[in-house]
């Protein structure tokens, strides 16, 4: 069995040490060292000791980029979640409603094969246009880690670099900043243990311990925490129980339902979804909260994306890696118990 230690749990889980706060978006600045966090909540209180019953010394508003200066462990409640993040050096808000995010600026690259590539944000936020230019309105508004389609590189009307994004549910093109989107490198997409056959993989998703479990010939080989489906005032979005297989695969998604102000969603560039059943439950990475360990979705099996991209990869069938997905009729077994 492969161990991972504490370390390790909370860094796949969205802890990180170290950070200052954002500079501007459009400076050519690079942060490799620097841990930022993006509040995620309409509004989250700034405590001075890591405990929701602690003092209020300020409050942060969405998408924020605050300083993460020290990872610690909280009251006993939230049970689920007791991880909270000390930011410069001054109080500490709760890590479920923060993203870990980094600023990454990245060199263009013009070398798009003619499908495309996979790209990822690497900044913690980047507004997509209608047209390469910044004076055009807003489409969508990418976050950090979330994956997109990319076309082609081209010179917007500033004079600047662009990449030209392809939306994969209504095909329209958005266009980004190509310093904020890094090509991901086919290695990177390479399958986990290909020579195992699909005999040997197999996956467990625990609804009463939030966890995901994958096996090779039932050996552990990988956890992660979960956020599984839930029961909303609309209805029960409880992920389905049995037996389900891994089929359909996408390396970026646009999920969209219902109506946003009762439940409904509208999330552009869903990392690494893979689909176990015809109705779209999947597993996928998760930029629009950071609450591992109770369930909260709308039936889907929500992951960090590092832990998401890890599944991609692991599981069967194996995607092309100058392909944005696969659909086959097999795949590594899923007991949702």
Known sequence: MSKISRREFLKLNGAALAGLFLAPLDRQVNLPDEQQGRVLDASINLHDRPSFQGQIIETYWKDMLLSITETTIGDEEPAFNRVWYQISRKGYVHSGAVQPVRTLLNPPLPDIPLSGAIAEVTVPYTDAHWKPDKRFPVAYRFY?????????????DDGQPWYHLLNDKWELSYYVPAA???????????????????????????????????????????????????????????????????????????????????????????????????????????YWHNNFGRPRSHGCINLTPQAAKWLYRWCLPVVPPAEPGIYKNYGTKVEVI
Not at 145 to 156: A, M, P, Y
Not at 216 to 229: C, I, K, L, N, S
Not at 248 to 270: C, E, F, I, Q, T
């Open 144 to 156: 950090y880690e979330t994956t997109h389609w990319v076309k082609r590189l081209l010179t917007g």
């Open 180 to 286: 904020h989107l890094r090509i991901i490198p086919y290695v990177e997409l390479a399958p986990l243990s290909p020579d195992l056959p699909l005999s040997a993989k197999r996956i467990e998703v625990l609804i009463e311990e939030q966890s995901v479990v994958a096996y090779e010939w039932d050996q552990p080989v990988f956890m992660a925490r979960t956020a599984t489906g839930a029961r909303f005032s609309n209805g029960n979005y409880a992920t389905p129980p049995g037996i389900h297989i891994t089929n359909h695969k996408r390396a970026s998604r646009h999920m969209a339902r219902g109506n946003l102000a009762y439940n409904g969603y509208d999330l552009p560039g869903v990392p690494w979804v893979t689909y176990i059943t015809e109705s779209g439950i999947s597993f996928h990475g998760t």
